[in-house]
C-alpha cells in the first residue's frame, strides 16, 4: 500500500499542493508562473510558498512515482551519457544513465568528466540501482573505458557515437527546463532540482507518436490515477 507524504501543519488542501508541484515539473514554468496560474484560478499562494512545496515534496513524490513503474528492475542494457550545464556560471557536467526503455536511473551533477567522475558515477549506479547490467554503452570518452575496467570489469561496453541516442534524447527535457530557469544557481540546487525533474517529468511524457489519441488518453488517466495515488490527493481526509 502507498504511503502519501505529510501535510500535517499546511494550511492549503493537499490538491492545490500536488497540483502546484505538477505544474513545476511537468511544465518548463517559474514559481511566479505557477502562482499566476493559480491565481487565475481563484486560489491565492505565493510564489515563495509553491517553491517550498516543490522542495519539500517534489523529491517524495519522484521516488513514490519510481517505485510503481511496472518493472522496478531496472533492464539490463544502460545508456550513460553526460553533457555541460552552467551553474552560476562555472561549467559543470551532468551524468545521466538510463535503461534501454528510458527510464532515468540516476543523475550526478560533477565538477568534471574524468576518471574519477565516471568511477563515481559507476559505483553511485550500481549502489543505488542494487543490480549490475549485461551491457553498458556510452559515447567515444575515454574515462569511460577506464572505469570500466575498474568498477565493472564483467560486464560488456560498447563505445559508440551512434548507439547511445537514448541517453542523449534524455537530456532534452532537462535543457528546456535549464532555459526556462536560465541556468542553475548552484550545484546542490541543480542536484535536487533534476533528481526530481527526471522522476516526475518523464512520469507525464508516455510515447506519444506511438499511440492513438484514444490510448493516449487512457494511457495519461491512468498515469494521473497514479499521481493522485502517490500524492494522497485522491484519497478522503479525515478529521
Known amino acids: 500500500m502507498d504511503s502519501a507524504p505529510s501535510y500535517r501543519g499546511h494550511r492549503y488542501p493537499v490538491e492545490i499542493i500536488a497540483h502546484c ?3 513545476y515539473f511537468r511544465f ?3 514559481f511566479r508562473e505557477v502562482e499566476e496560474l493559480m491565481l487565475q484560478r481563484g486560489v491565492l499562494v505565493s510564489y515563495e510558498t509553491v517553491r517550498r512545496w516543490c522542495g519539500k515534496f517534489g523529491q517524495a ?3 513514490g512515482l519510481r517505485s510503481r513503474r511496472p518493472r522496478p528492475r531496472p533492464g539490463d542494457t544502460w545508456h550513460l551519457n553526460e553533457v555541460f550545464i552552467k551553474v552560476n556560471g562555472e561549467l559543470k557536467y551532468l551524468w545521466r544513465a538510463v535503461d534501454a526503455d ?3 536511473l540516476d543523475i550526478l551533477v560533477q565538477n568534471r568528466r574524468d576518471t574519477a567522475a565516471a568511477r563515481r558515477f559507476f559505483r553511485r549506479l550500481i549502489q543505488k540501482t542494487c543490480s549490475v547490467p549485461r551491457v553498458v554503452v556510452t559515447d567515444k570518452l575515454r574515462s569511460y573505458g577506464a572505469a570500466h575496467r575498474e568498477v565493472m570489469p564483467s560486464v560488456e561496453h560498447r563505445s559508440s557515437k551512434y548507439l547511445n541516442n537514448r541517453a542523449e534524447n534524455s537530456h ?3 535543457r528546456q527546463r535549464e532555459r526556462a530557469m536560465k541556468g542553475f544557481r548552484s550545484v546542490g540546487g541543480a542536484q535536487r532540482f533534476l533528481s526530481a525533474f527526471s522522476g516526475i517529468s518523464p ?3 508516455p510515447r506519444r507518436h506511438l499511440m492513438t489519441a484514444s490510448g493516449y488518453r487512457a494511457e495519461m488517466t ?3 490515477a497514479i499521481w493522485d495515488q502517490i500524492t494522497g490527493a485522491g484519497r478522503p481526509t479525515t478529521a
Do not use: D, E, K
Open 172 to 174: 532534452q527535457p532537462t
Open 28 to 30: 518548463p514554468l517559474s
Open 21 to 23: 508541484v505538477w505544474l
Open 102 to 104: 528510458g527510464n532515468v
Open 61 to 63: 513524490y519522484a521516488n
Open 222 to 224: 491512468v498515469r494521473f
Open 203 to 205: 512520469h507525464f511524457r
